[in-house]
């Protein structure tokens, strides 16, 4: 039986405190405020839903606990009328910096009912701890977590405790995914199969045929032309000022931006090539023109194509970080269609 997650235990929800003690000592305006007391408020930007969808949108949605030790947990995304046939599967970390960001997400749950309906695949969009609070590599882990559920229901003689997933979805066809941190997530939780042939081997019979990396959050202490020139908006989704915040916030203290969890091609790092030659999953890259982590987009494909490992990058013209999940504007609705497609071609082709 699903249980039913209330949005406001989302990795969202304000840590309440009326009288926060001392001064806040790390900032980002209109989404969350750290205090000296360890105190975290983040601000309800972004309206969370619960998983219901409209009949017309062709897709079914139910939530799911994953680990309520660490309260980890998914929505699953799946379309109405390809429920007699078993479909690829996308596991999906949103965005956020790490910080904030919920898969109970209003802007989330539209974008991805949509992918999984006209890509033809079941989503399951993982909600993962949040820094500071639970600094990296706690997202990491509950990505992981988050496959090994997937192989007990998979390997369950009962048909697992979710039935309706082991009927409906095709274990041997499994995307890693996600938007922005949600890719940088995605990308490492690969990096961890990659690294240990004795991951991949625990997690069978599940089979892994490629990553899926929208907008990719990574960082470096040496700055971008694109992070030191490109003109954002006042209201951008991401400013250089806001990712140096994320990266404060998210990684292990006393780290910088060139930890190979912000930067996979810094000096010292030989993970991606680990990675490139143990487990050479297909890679689908998206970026957006107007983004300021376009140039480290682009260097992080030259890097995975010198080191002969298949990939592929879409350029979206005009719009910037995350227009799919935050724009209306008509070409943001174009570009979010053509990257669909995208998605839904590389999916097809390898599944």
Same mark, same amino acid.
């Given at each position: 039986m699903a249980a039913t997650i209330d949005p406001s235990l989302s990795g969202l929800e304000m840590h309440k405190n009326l009288?926060?003690?001392?001064?806040?000592?790390?900032?980002?305006?209109?989404?969350?405020?750290?205090?000296?007391?360890?105190?975290?408020?983040?601000?309800? &930007?972004?309206?969370? =839903?619960?998983?219901? +969808? %409209? !009949?017309?949108?062709?897709?079914?949605?139910?939530?799911?606990?994953?680990?309520?030790?660490?309260?980890?947990?998914?929505?699953?995304?799946?379309?109405?009328?390809?429920?007699?046939?078993?479909?690829?599967?996308?596991?999906?970390?949103?965005?956020?910096?790490?910080?904030?960001?919920?898969?109970?997400?209003?802007?989330?749950?539209?974008?991805?009912?949509?992918?999984?309906?006209?890509?033809?695949? &079941?989503?399951?969009? =993982?909600?993962?701890? +949040? %820094? !500071?609070?639970?600094?990296?590599?706690?997202?990491?882990?509950d990505g992981f977590t988050s496959l090994m559920w997937l192989k007990q229901q998979a390997t369950s003689s009962c048909g697992g405790s979710v039935d309706w997933l082991s009927r409906q979805c095709n274990f041997s066809s499994i995307f890693l995914a996600g938007d922005?941190?949600?890719?940088?997530?995605a990308h490492n939780v690969a990096l961890r199969l990659g690294n240990s042939n004795n991951k991949v081997a625990t997690l069978k019979p599940l089979t892994f045929k490629g990553t899926i990396l929208i907008q990719p959050f990574f960082g470096g202490e040496a700055r971008t032309n694109s992070e030191k020139y490109l003109a954002q908006p006042p209201r951008s989704a991401l400013s250089l000022a806001a990712s140096d915040t994320y990266w404060r916030?998210?990684?292990?203290?006393?780290?910088?931006?060139?930890?190979?969890?912000?930067?996979?091609m810094s000096k010292g790092s030989t993970e991606l090539e680990q990675y490139c030659g143990l487990l050479p999953l297909p890679t689908l890259v998206c970026i957006s023109e107007m983004d300021i982590l376009k140039d480290r987009n682009l260097e992080f494909c030259s890097a995975l194509g010198r080191a002969d490992k298949r990939v592929e990058h879409v350029m979206y013209k005009g719009v910037g970080h995350a227009f799919q999940i935050l724009s209306k504007s008509q070409l943001s609705l174009t570009r979010t269609h053509e990257m669909v497609v995208h998605i839904k071609a590389f999916i097809t082709t390898r599944s």
């Open positions: 009288n926060p003690q001392g001064a806040v000592i790390d900032e980002i305006e209109g989404l969350i405020r750290v205090y000296k007391d360890g105190h975290v408020e983040r601000l309800p &930007i972004v309206p969370c =839903v619960t998983c219901a +969808l %409209a !009949p017309d949108m062709g897709v079914t949605s139910r939530d799911i606990v994953i680990d309520k030790f660490t309260n980890i947990w998914a929505l699953f995304y799946v379309p109405i009328l390809c429920q007699s046939t078993k479909l690829p599967l996308l596991v999906y970390f949103h965005g956020g910096g790490f910080c904030v960001g919920s898969a109970a997400w209003s802007c989330y749950h539209e974008f991805l009912a949509t992918l999984a309906k006209k890509a033809g695949c &079941i989503i399951m969009s =993982v909600n993962y701890r +949040l %820094a !500071p609070e639970n600094p990296l590599p706690a997202a990491y882990e922005s941190a949600g890719a940088n997530i916030l998210a990684l292990p203290r006393g780290s910088n931006r060139d930890h190979p969890w912000s930067n996979p």
